[in-house]
């Protein structure tokens, strides 16, 4: 489901100040797409989410046997295309009504004197471009991976080159791989 990218060497401390270098399989690395320094990992025994923004840092890491869900949510603000649509069949009445059957404008007929029916088209059609494209700006999608201590927050903007739905099946891929390794350890 997941290719293997590259094995890493991660320390980890074992006792006292000893520390010892276990191997660990890196199953998916993604970084952002704005050259942020954002980096999402994904090992054989980890998940782990490193982000830098604005002078701060936050690296959260999960253990794979710890991971207690993982939730993707799509939100959308519809009214902007409800407008979008309100705007594209007033430009239809208008073109409809106005120069193939010789008025100048009936949808607003104060504005006859002022506005002739093409401009009135042209900033409806413009209207309807820019309700479109703010319903487009006000899609989010989110990922959560999270365990009872903590929680990973992963947005579709955060450019980590495959789809949330990808990353999602790979961690409970990786997941269900893990349960198993633990289970037969003694």
Known sequence: LFPIVETI???HVTSGMHSEVKQETLLFEGHDSEG????????????????FEFGSS??????????????????????WALLSFICGILVLFELYNGPISGYKTLLIPILNTYIDTYTLVGWTVSAALVFFGMYMLSKKETLIIASPSSKIVI?????????????????????????????VMP
């Open 9 to 11: 060497n991660s320390p």
């Open 58 to 79: 936050r690296i959260v890491s999960i253990m794979l046997e710890h991971v207690t869900s993982c939730e993707m949510t799509k939100k959308s603000n519809p009214i």
């Open 155 to 183: 947005f579709k903007t955060d450019g980590f080159g495959t789809s949330l739905l990808d990353i999602m099946d790979s961690v409970e891929a990786a997941k269900a791989s893990r349960l198993e390794q633990v289970q």
């Open 36 to 51: 942020d320094g954002n980096r999402l990992e994904l090992s054989g025994k980890r998940v782990r989410l490193s982000r």
